[in-house]
Nanobody, 124 residues
Framework: QVHLVESGGGLVQAGGSLRLSCTTS????????MGWFRQAPGEERLFVAA????????KYADSVKGRFTISRDGSKNTIFLQMDSLKSEDTAVYYC?????????????????WGQGTQVTVSS
């Protein structure tokens, strides 16, 4: 069982930045795929970004390309989501996810473990 704990959410004005963190109990974090998803009220959970296990390959949703950056620190069993130039439409609960595969995926169904989520609110 892999436990994921997100932190770093909060309230920020449009145009501002936030950095989310996700710490995992998994000591082989560098060999599994990690991703971020988000869910706004009344909507489905949507892919944001993923980083493949065992490589530097990263995948982003079109809506966040150029604004968000996913990274990992294997020494801390942690991944990050740096969010810049935030917009009101980025408001959602953000979830960290882990997949027992080296292949990045944008489908939530392909992830095996989930964190509890952290709220990000962007005011316009």
């Amino acid at each position: 069982q892999v436990h994921l704990v997100e932190s770093g959410g909060g309230l920020v004005q449009a145009g501002g930045s936030l950095r989310l963190s996700c710490t995992t109990s998994e000591h082989t974090i560098n060999r599994i795929t990690m991703g971020w998803f988000r869910q706004a009220p009344g909507e489905e959970r949507l892919f944001v970004a993923a980083t493949s296990g065992g490589s530097d390959f990263k995948k982003y949703a079109d809506s966040v390309k150029g604004r968000f950056t996913i990274s990992r620190d294997g020494s801390k069993n942690t991944i990050f989501l740096q969010m810049d130039s935030l917009k009101s439409e980025d408001t959602a609960v953000y979830y960290c996810a882990a997949r027992n595969s080296i292949l990045a995926s944008s489908s939530a169904n392909n992830y095996d473990y989930w964190g509890q989520g952290t709220q990000v609110t962007v005011s316009s």
